[in-house]
């Protein structure tokens, strides 16, 4: 089986800081994509941000020039540095990972969330 489990949340002030933490363990080949997802109360979850496994990334447009993803493979875990926080950006934050095994498509998993408060 796969776990992604999800670290780092928080309650910080508008302008603050976070660096979010993403873990993939198990049985598996490779990752593909690991992607950051995030959804406010009441709200749709929403794209945040996505990086594949030659380091290309795209950022949801909410986002851009505040948030960076990195990756390192070795780890098998994702990085989400999340710069000048703002009361909106207050959502449950998830992680998505793109597993290969050999001779299968990818398989998308799911972690279980970090809650990220902003607020003063």
């Known amino acids: 089986q796969v776990q992604v489990v999800e670290s780092g949340g928080g309650l910080v002030q508008p302008g603050g800081s976070l660096r979010l933490s993403c873990a993939a363990s198990?049985?598996?080949?490779?990752?593909?994509?690991m992607a950051w997802y995030r959804q406010a109360s009441g709200n749709p979850r929403e794209f945040v941000a996505v990086?594949?496994?030659?380091?290309?990334?795209v950022y949801g447009d909410s986002v851009k020039g505040r948030f960076t993803i990195s990756r390192d493979s070795a780890k098998r875990t994702a990085y989400l540095q999340m710069n000048d926080l703002k009361p909106e950006d207050t959502a449950v934050y998830f992680c998505?990972?793109?597993?290969?095994?050999?001779?299968?498509?990818?398989?998308?998993?799911w972690g279980q969330g970090t809650q990220v408060t902003v607020s003063s």
């Open positions: 998505k990972v793109g597993v290969i095994r050999v001779g299968r498509p990818m398989s998308d998993y």
């Open positions: 198990g049985n598996f080949f490779s990752i593909g994509t």
């Open positions: 990086i594949n496994s030659g380091g290309v990334t």
